[in-house]
């Protein structure tokens, strides 16, 4: 049984930034294709992040691509968030799939909190 497991989060001021991370149990889960970051803000649906494929190819959330990042080693998927606002508040969740398309039915870390707050 493959497992993610998100860190990094927490209580930050508007304009900082944080590093999540997302490690796998199995070094084998990094070999699916896709990986993604997705969060659920408060009253929202889980929205994509950014996903980004075994090649390096990312996509993002249009509103986001200009401050987060995200990337991925051997082991460890990463991203990267800078100049957070208090609607970036929310659950970070990483996602694992052979696919992008199929990431809602991968496998899935339990989430970190973000918050966004002075």
């Known amino acids: 049984q493959v497992q993610l497991m998100e860190s990094g989060g927490g209580l930050v001021q508007p304009g900082g930034s944080l590093r999540l991370s997302c490690a796998a149990s199995?070094?084998?889960?990094?070999?699916?294709?896709?990986m993604a970051w997705y969060r659920q803000t408060p009253g929202n649906e889980r929205e994509m992040v950014a996903t980004?494929?075994?090649?390096?190819i990312t996509q993002y959330q249009d509103s986001l691509k200009e401050r987060f990042s995200a990337s991925r080693t051997l082991n460890t998927l990463y991203l990267q968030m800078n100049r957070l606002k208090s609607e970036d508040t929310g659950i970070y969740y990483c996602?694992?799939?052979?696919?992008?398309?199929?990431?809602?039915?991968?496998?899935w870390g339990q989430g970190t909190q973000v918050t966004v707050s002075s």
């Open positions: 980004i494929t075994s090649g390096g």
């Open positions: 199995s070094s084998n889960v990094f070999n699916f294709n896709a």
């Open positions: 996602a694992a799939a052979p696919t992008i398309a199929t990431l809602p039915q991968g496998y």
